[in-house]
Every structure is written in structure tokens, then in C-alpha cells.
């Protein structure tokens, strides 16, 4: 089993959807949480960063964690075509970034 | 403007021959970091530093080899004995190495390797 499960999709939503992408994980230990977004060909960028439970906003973007659940999530609120990107979700249970452990990715299309 | 410089976009490597990808990163951080990308799979770390002329083994760094001779530089050869190069390589920086409260990890723009 894999220590963090993402489903790779792809998800398809018209424009105006509320969008929400989720990360299951195994290991208890994680403590810091994040949701990159990738568009094709380039690097990841840094969209949310909650550390343990709960939810934090920015925008049109909301993270949540559920320690209890071992869930993650990230919901987009009123999507917009240029969101089609991959999302990928990271932990990191501390003691530096080496330690950091990534999903493979949702690949999110959002149709005009 | 601050960031990660990774180059070239693109890269070729013929049967035998060593490969050397760029890293520049002019944002002061202490700590790089190199990842492979693979379809279906989440980004596995090849190598990483926490200060000048020193540097780790990550999880896959068979046929890999790394130097850190200058904080923002981090230069990554893909040797021959590497039998399935053919990736997409992102090189990531972070301020300290065991500070994740309050610092984050921040990505170049990748590089794709394939075989000729």
C-alpha cells in the first residue's frame, strides 16, 4: 500500500464548478500538508499549506485536513478554465523536506 | 525576480553518454533538491543538499550524481549506468532543512530528458 493514495483522474467540470480533489494516507505521522498545482511541462506550484487538522482558505481555494480520517482535501470554488492543471498533494512528517512525500496527481480539466 | 533556473527545457542523451542538467537558484536557500517525474507515479527524490559540498541519496540515485559547490548551484549528471533515463527532472529549494512550520518548498520549471 502506498503511503499516500491519489486517484489520477482525469476530472472533467464545466466552468463554475466547485471542484474538490482528495488524498488518503496511511502513515499517522504526517503533519504538514500541501497542494501543489502543475501545469503540463512545468514545475509545481505551492497553492496551500496547512499544518494538522483543519480547514484554512485562500481565495477561491479552500484546504482541508482530517488527521482523524487520514483525508485530505482541496476544493475550488467557482472553476475557471485556466485551474486545468494537476494537482498534487504532499506530506511531510518533519525533519526537513528530503522527507516529503508526494501523490502522483489529479489531473483536473475544467470545459469552458 | 527570486526563482529556481533550470535549463535546458529539453535534453537528449544518446546510448553511453553522461547528461548534465542545470540548477540555479537565487533565492538564498540553504537546502536543493533533485525530483523525477515518471506518468502514473509521484515525484521520487534522486539527491539532496543542506549545505555547500555536502549532499544526500535520496530514494532512486542509482546512475545519478550530484555536486554542490556554490549555495545556488546544483548541477545533476545523469550517468550511462542510468539504464532508463527518459523522465522529467524538477529541481526544488527550500530555505532551511527542518523548519517546515514556516517554510516551503518551491519547484524550477523542470527539465524533460529522453533518449535518443
Redo the contacts between chains.
Keep these: 500500500q502506498k503511503e ?1 493514495e491519489q486517484d ?1 483522474g482525469p476530472l472533467s467540470v464545466p466552468e463554475g464548478a466547485i471542484v474538490s480533489l482528495n488524498c488518503t494516507y496511511s502513515n499517522s505521522a504526517f503533519q ?1 500538508f ?1 497542494w ?1 498545482r502543475q501545469y503540463s ?6 497553492l496551500m ?1 496547512t ?1 494538522s487538522s483543519g480547514n484554512k482558505e485562500d481565495g477561491r481555494f479552500t484546504a482541508q485536513v482530517d488527521k482523524s480520517s487520514k483525508y485530505i482535501s482541496l476544493f475550488i470554488r467557482d472553476s475557471q478554465p485556466s485551474d486545468s492543471a494537476t494537482y ?1 498533494c ?1 506530506m ?1 512528517r ?5 522527507k ?6 489529479t489531473k483536473l480539466q475544467v470545459i469552458p | 525576480d527570486g526563482g ?1 533556473t ?1 535549463s535546458p527545457k529539453y535534453l537528449f542523451r544518446k546510448e553511453g553518454q553522461n547528461v548534465t542538467l542545470s540548477c540555479e537558484q537565487n533565492l538564498n536557500h540553504d ?1 536543493m ?1 533533485w525530483y523525477r517525474q515518471d506518468p ?4 521520487r ?1 534522486i539527491y ?1 543538499s ?1 549545505i555547500v559540498n555536502d549532499f ?1 541519496k ?1 530514494d532512486i540515485a542509482e546512475g545519478y550524481s550530484v555536486s554542490r559547490e556554490k549555495k545556488e548551484s546544483f548541477p545533476l549528471t545523469v550517468t550511462s549506468a542510468q539504464k532508463n533515463p527518459t523522465a ?1 527532472y ?1 529541481c ?1 529549494s ?1 530555505p532551511h ?2 523548519r ?2 514556516n517554510e ?7 527539465t ?1 530528458l529522453s533518449v535518443l
Excluded at chain 2, 516551503?104 to 523542470?110: E, I, N, R, V, Y
Design positions: 499516500v489520477p504538514y500541501m501543489y511541462r512545468k514545475g509545481p506550484e505551492l499549506y499544518y498534487l504532499a511531510l518533519g525533519g526537513g523536506y528530503q516529503v512525500t508526494f501523490g502522483i496527481g | 529556481i533550470q537546502a533538491y502514473g507515479q509521484g515525484l527524490l539532496y543542506q544526500q535520496g522529467f524538477l526544488a527550500s532543512t527542518d517546515p512550520d516551503k518548498l518551491f519547484f524550477g520549471s523542470g524533460q
